[in-house]
């Protein structure tokens, strides 16, 4: 089945560690998209791909970083710089065009101690 | 900066009503537009989409656009416990290849 595979669902850290989230894709789509949801809150933009080797920062970038390297793939990696790390972060993909929509994956709760 | 916006609710309604969500949008030029239903600690899934004006009908759901007053709407007949959720309205942005623009979500809860 296709779809989009994030992992793990939950991660515990100590605050002032690196950690990455995984994110996997096997639907052919071109963008991926990174959001971050706290609690009661609505959706908010990390960062996006809409290629291989290329990514756009969103409306909270700060402290976070990308990479995608594969079509498949676009890891996450929240840094130290990340003031408020503990949120439900949420993977997605599309195709490219006006009329795609967002698939999601499952999430990842992270939580920093 | 375009504009999502959407009532957080919490709207409640009885088991069996309609549940009418609403959602405005800023962009004159959107295209495409998206409801999500997103339950409680889970990610969201995709339930409608709409690109004409008018509406647009997929079992209980019901979308509806209005592109002249900017504004798009969910029904849902015979409302459900089980439809008791968030709902998110998404939005494309035509100019570019930008991400699709999301409100932040009513509230839905159908008592029993």
């Known amino acids: 089945d296709g779809g989009i595979t994030q992992s793990p669902k939950y991660l515990f850290r100590k605050e002032g560690q690196n950690v990455t989230l995984s994110c996997e894709q096997n639907?052919?789509?071109?963008?991926m998209y990174w959001y971050r949801q706290d609690p009661g809150q609505g959706l908010r933009l990390i960062y996006y791909?809409?290629?291989?080797?290329?990514?756009q920062k969103g409306d909270i970038a700060e402290g976070y970083s990308v990479s995608r390297e594969k079509k498949e793939s676009f890891p996450l990696t929240v840094t130290s710089a990340q003031k408020n790390p503990t949120a439900f972060y949420l993977c997605a993909s599309s195709s490219t065009g006006q009329e795609s929509p967002l698939h999601f994956g499952n999430g990842t709760r992270l939580t920093v101690t | 900066q375009k504009e999502v916006e959407q009532n957080s609710g919490p709207l409640s309604v009885p088991e069996g009503a309609i549940a009418s969500l609403n959602c405005t949008y800023s962009?004159?030029?959107?295209?495409?537009f998206f409801w999500y239903r997103q339950y409680s600690g889970k990610s969201p899934e995709l339930i409608m989409f709409?690109?004409?004006?008018g509406d647009k009908e997929d079992g209980r759901f019901t979308a509806q656009l209005n592109k002249a007053s900017q504004y798009v709407s969910l029904l849902i007949r015979d409302s459900q416990p089980s439809d008791s959720a968030t709902y998110l309205c998404a939005v494309n942005v035509p100019l570019g290849n930008t991400p699709l623009v999301f409100g932040k979500g009513t509230r839905l809860s159908v008592i029993a």
């Open positions: 962009d004159r030029g959107s295209q495409s």
């Open positions: 791909s809409q290629i291989v080797n290329d990514f």
């Open positions: 709409i690109y004409s004006n």
């Open positions: 639907l052919n789509h071109d963008a």
